[in-house]
């Protein structure tokens, strides 16, 4: 006879499972609503490709709108998470820099849903994500984290006084999102993969390049 304590707790249980399935449909939702945009996204297909019902989507997120904001928290979430995980409080400044930029670089690359989102958003001039107010705080850390490279590079003379975090954010932010955005335009016109390892390998040491050579020319 199992001992007491070893059997599962039901509303624990309950609690896993309802965790574990409103992960799902955000991760699923992501994809819907980058592939198809707000308008083309059909919450019908979301469940089809969980292991859920539709009924039970509203019951978690209340509608298709409130999905979509939180696929959007969510994909935002997911850079400012990947950036606190970047230990850098006793590394030069210099190599913390490129290593953000890099970070930057790979996360784009790796999450081009977030991309696509973002473009959407954009085509609907902010008109959902201007109804996240959380966005504001959470993308705090992004400057914050930028402020204290910056502070510590001007501080031991290695960086130029005249950018502040926001400008670097800027930068790096549009040559990352560039990658994605315009793969298929730019690589027909030009004729470049930017899905080749090689080629990833060269624009990911490109943006370090450029953030590190801009911020310490004096």
């Not at 939702?29 to 059909?42: I, K, L, N, P, Q």
């Not at 902010?126 to 705080?137: E, K, V």
């Not at 950018?163 to 298929?184: E, T």
């Not at 943006?207 to 590190?212: A, C, E, H």
């Amino acid at each position: 006879m199992a001992h007491p304590e070893s059997r599962p707790q039901p509303k624990r249980e309950l609690l896993r499972d309802a965790e574990r399935t409103r992960a799902e449909v955000l991760a699923v939702a992501t994809e819907v609503f980058a592939e198809s945009g707000y308008s083309g996204a059909r919450v019908d297909e979301i469940a089809q490709r969980t292991r859920t019902t539709k009924r039970m989507i509203y019951y978690y997120f209340g509608g298709k709108e409130q999905l979509y904001l939180a696929v959007l928290e969510n994909a935002y979430r997911g850079i400012r998470d990947a950036e606190q995980l970047l230990q850098v409080d006793h590394v030069d400044p210099v190599v913390a820099m490129r290593r953000l930029a890099e970070l930057t670089f790979d996360h784009h690359l790796d999450h081009q849903a977030f991309i696509r989102l973002v473009s959407i958003e954009n085509i609907h001039r902010g008109a959902f994500i201007a109804r996240l107010d959380s966005l504001r705080s959470l993308s705090q850390p992004a400057t914050s984290l930028l402020d204290e490279i910056l502070g510590r590079g001007r501080a031991e003379g290695a960086f130029r006084d005249d950018v502040d975090a926001l400008d670097v954010h800027i930068v790096i932010s549009s040559y990352c999102v560039f990658q994605v955005a315009n793969r298929h335009t730019f690589g027909f016109l030009f004729g470049v993969d930017f899905t080749d390892l090689s080629q990833r390998a060269r624009m990911r040491r490109m943006i370090g390049d450029v953030v590190v050579g801009w911020l310490t020319t004096r």
